[in-house]
Antibody, heavy 115, light 110 residues
């Protein structure tokens, strides 16, 4: 099970930290990903982290602004969002990724960037 | 612009079969085995229904099937039921540890 939290209304240029609490599987052995979905739009993989947290991948438009991290002792995944833009408005899902397939998804948390 | 092309809508009557296509290129669909399909009901999170082109996770009805030919993957829903009405997204590994999705197809059960 994956449960996200931390979504909110924030002004452009602001920051936010999203959290995802994992249970029911060996979190420390799994790749984890944040996927976002803008209102009425499709799915986009935003950031990915390897099991021990030593490697991260980011989509081009968030490089340098977003940071993915994890705490395996707490079975938690995080996404730090800085310098937020209106176009970052979306529901953010955390997902368990195995062999480039998203096997399990959280319920999502809404980030709204607006003045 | 999504990397993979899906029809925006599809429809069928209860009991009928419907096929949703997902068209890419040789760098993704055509050259990859890790192609997946996701079902998303309104206001809900996506759910994996097909992995590795044609594998069904435990609990997914066998009415859902996947296939691939050339640069096009397909999802077929047989024996349509009202609860199948949802958005469906395809996804494909494209190399460089990246996954891309299609734009989604809204399936309506008439």
């Amino acid at each position: 099970q994956l449960v996200e939290s931390g979504g909110a209304l924030v002004q452009p240029g602001g920051s936010l930290r999203l959290s995802c609490a994992a249970s029911g599987f060996v979190f420390s052995s799994q790749y984890m990903t944040w996927v976002r979905q803008a209102p009425g739009k499709g799915l986009v993989s935003v950031a990915k982290i390897n099991p021990d947290g030593s490697e991260q991948y980011y989509m081009d438009s968030v490089k340098g602004r977003f940071s993915i991290s994890r705490d395996n002792a707490e079975s938690s995944l995080y996404l730090q969002l800085n310098s937020l833009r209106v176009e970052d408005t979306a529901v953010y899902y955390c997902a368990l990724e195995k062999w480039w397939t998203f096997e399990c998804w959280g319920q999502g948390t809404l980030v709204t960037v607006s003045s | 612009q999504p990397a993979l092309t899906q029809p925006p809508s599809a429809s069928g009557s209860p009991g009928q079969s419907v096929t949703i296509s997902c068209t890419g290129a040789s760098r993704d669909i055509g050259g990859r085995y890790y192609i997946s399909w996701y079902q998303q009901h309104p206001g809900k999170a996506p759910k994996l229904i097909i992995s590795e082109v044609s594998k069904r996770p435990s609990g997914v009805p066998d009415r859902f099937s996947g296939s691939k030919s050339g640069n096009t993957a397909s999802l077929t829903v047989s024996g349509l039921q009202s609860e199948d009405e949802a958005d469906y997204y395809c996804g494909s590994y494209v190399g460089g540890d990246r996954v891309v999705f299609g734009g989604g197809t809204k399936l309506t059960v008439l």
